[in-house]
């Protein structure tokens, strides 16, 4: 069993790798395809002994082999992400199509946060595409029909879409962008409408947990803008893997608190 689960943890690592080509060039519109990896400071191509997941970045000491620029940890700590969400995909879904749709859909809000943190967009290549993908791939998660599809869609898109009218009405000021709104879209169609509205809660939960702590430690006004994608994403990746079990512990402590 144990051997099963390293497979998948590489797997998962090198699936990682081409998630840091995803992120690097999808926003500045560059095929991810070709040409291949090179370091951006001197341009020299990248041999595949230089692109082994993890182990590479520890041989080379994080720095290109050419030009010694320093090497972003965050290449190594996404390759770690991605097998480690593997693994994790696997142990609770098991070796199922259930567990390939959750893993799909986990590494692309992998990509999407970290795209969203560097450039504060959600590209729409991504998140438009995304939502009929997920609407067909959710037909293999038991439980879900084509109408729960449907209403996460419109519970996630709707929602956002309104709260994102209604405070530019009252503000006079864009506040939600529309990116958010196709990615909960998106979200929407794969765990149905009570998971979008566990993915909102959690999100704004942490998210204004972690606003607070920036901008105490920064010392900047209340205005400070902190991307909601990757906190949408934290939200629903929780949902998947620990929601009915959040879920059943709530209500079980309302049910506790009602007892006299």
């Known amino acids: 069993m144990l051997g099963i689960e390293i497979f998948v943890f590489i797997f998962g690592l090198c699936i990682g790798s081409f998630l840091n080509v995803c992120i690097y060039r999808v926003p500045i519109s560059k095929s991810i395809v070709y040409p291949p990896s090179s370091c951006p400071g001197c341009g020299y191509s990248i041999r595949f002994y230089d692109n082994i997941p993890i182990l590479s970045y520890i041989w080379l000491r994080g720095k290109c082999r050419q030009c010694r620029t320093p090497i972003s940890l965050r290449y190594p700590m996404v390759e770690l992400m991605s097998g480690l969400f593997a693994v994790c995909a696997f142990l609770k879904f098991g070796f199922t199509g259930e567990a390939l749709v959750y893993y799909v859909f986990i590494i692309t809000l992998v990509v999407i946060t970290y795209i969203d943190l560097d450039h504060q967009i959600i590209p729409d290549v991504i998140s438009i595409p995304g939502i009929p993908v997920f609407f067909l791939a959710a037909f293999a998660i038991p439980g879900m029909t084509w109408k729960d599809s449907l209403l996460g869609l419109l519970a996630g898109g709707g929602s956002l879409y309104l709260i994102a009218v209604t405070y530019q009405f009252v503000s006079k000021k864009e506040g939600m962008g529309g990116g958010d709104i196709k990615l909960l879209a998106m979200i929407g169609v ?44 934290i939200g629903a990746m929780t949902y998947i893997f620990f929601g009915d079990m959040i879920i059943l512990w709530y209500f079980g402590m309302m049910n506790f608190g009602g007892c006299s």
């Open 190 to 233: 794969l765990i149905g409408w009570k998971g979008v509205l566990f993915t909102i809660f959690v999100a704004s939960a942490v998210g204004t947990l972690i606003g607070i702590i920036i901008m105490v430690h920064s010392r900047k006004d209340m205005k400070l803008a902190v991307p909601f994608g990757p906190f949408l994403s």
